[in-house]
């Protein structure tokens, strides 16, 4: 150990951090938090919504765009996506091009699977920090439901889980939704994770993931909220400045795996952790959610632990957003504050919802 090594301080020196998931790693430089900002401000999104929209292509009973008409659904709905990014039908694997001289240089694999959009419920104007534990348990049913009955086709290796929440993260719609796409390669990022997790277990003989929870929860400082069955905790490793990670006590490879209770406990963590979140800058937080479990290709990936993460771009306030740029972008990922700051913060927040508060204030 050299000298610099024994003064080091985690929240003073910049530093690198491994994503022991993935192989990546984030650059931390803890001593810039006080920097100034005079960049772009985000509008804050206007807040109040009608339960029912009478232009929204995801409210029930209405006609989407691409010509279909919605149920009047009175739970969740799932639909084909009609803009869909991938096609159950056509060609699928090695496609050689016409540049014979060159094939290692223009590789290409045609793909094919479906894409799904998922309403999470009927009403226009909720987010999962304000649907009740009931209603969300249903969205738990229906993610392990489709899991299941699109990753058992042959075709299908993978169902890539997720939401896009807020006008900020892309999403095209206020309405509560989120999406499925099922195909035959596994994406880039669970395939990452898939040669970290069965590489450690490899080594160790237990699961990356179960041991990693393991020395969160003796750690204890980047833990955020727990209940009997699962925990969320800011990883060590963490990118986004209140990235979230959300883990299952118990060895479990796929969310269809989940028991009742199990499941009964998830949706009450969601509603807590999204919660917390809205309260942080007392906005409808947006962010990227998603959720990984073990490839569908049949194989023994017993080495797979199931996890969901939160990719929230909000920095400071409601609105200055972190952007993924320059030295992030020609580099790698960098973050001011620490993940155990991160935490901290999130451990702070109320888990009453800012919106119901506010409402009891002015009635
Ligand atoms: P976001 O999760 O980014 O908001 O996307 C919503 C999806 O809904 C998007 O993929 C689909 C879009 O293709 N969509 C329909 O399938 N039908 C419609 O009528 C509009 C939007
Ligand atoms: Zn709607």
């Known amino acids: 150990m050299t000298e610099a090594a024994h003064s080091f301080e985690p929240t003073e020196h910049p ?24 960049g772009q401000v985000e509008k804050a999104a206007v807040e109040k919504l009608p339960a029912y929209d009478p232009k929204c292509y995801l409210c029930p009973g209405n006609a989407r765009a691409g010509g279909n008409q919605n149920p009047a659904y009175t739970s969740t709905f799932v639909f084909d996506n009609d803009f869909a990014a991938l096609l159950p039908d056509g ?78 993260m892309g999403s095209s719609n206020p309405h509560p939704h989120g999406q499925i796409w099922a195909n035959y390669t ?13 590489a450690y277990y490899a080594a160790h003989g237990t699961p990356l993931l179960v041991d990693y929870l393991a020395a969160e929860s003796a750690a204890g400082d980047r833990i955020v909220i727990e209940n009997e069955h699962w925990v969320v905790l800011v990883p060590y490793w963490a990118v986004w400045p209140f990235e979230v990670m959300l883990l299952p006590r118990r060895h479990v490879a796929a969310l269809p795996d989940l028991t009742g209770s199990e499941r009964e406990g998830l949706a009450s963590i969601l509603k807590r952790i999204t919660t917390r979140y809205d309260n942080l800058f007392e906005t409808s937080f947006p962010y990227s959610m998603g959720w990984h479990g073990q490839p569908t290709d ?43 700051q991160a935490a901290s913060r999130l451990r702070e927040m109320s888990e009453r919802h800012y919106k119901e508060i506010k409402e009891k204030i002015d009635n």
């Open 298 to 340: 049949g194989l023994d990936h017993s080495y797979w632990q199931l996890h969901a993460h939160f990719y929230p771009p909000l920095l400071r306030s409601a609105t200055v957003k972190k952007f993924m740029v320059g030295y992030e972008m020609l580099g790698m990922p960098q973050r001011d504050i620490t993940a155990e």
């Open 186 to 198: 596994v994406p880039l990022v669970p395939a990452k994770e898939d040669v970290q997790q069965q």
């Open 91 to 168: 060609p699928r694997g090695p496609v050689r091009l016409p540049h014979p001289a060159h094939d290692d240089l223009f590789v290409t694999e045609a793909e094919t699977g479906t894409c799904r959009v998922l309403c999470f419920s009927p009403r226009h104007d909720l987010t999962l920090a304000e649907m009740d534990v009931a209603a969300i348990r249903c969205v738990v049913d229906v993610w392990a439901s489709q899991i299941e009955e699109l990753g058992a086709r042959e075709s299908i290796n993978y169902v890539q889980v997720f939401e896009n929440r807020g006008a900020i």
């Open 15 to 38: 530093h690198r951090r491994r994503n022991a998931l993935t192989g990546d790693w984030v650059l931390v430089s803890p001593h810039r938090t006080k920097r100034p900002w005079q």
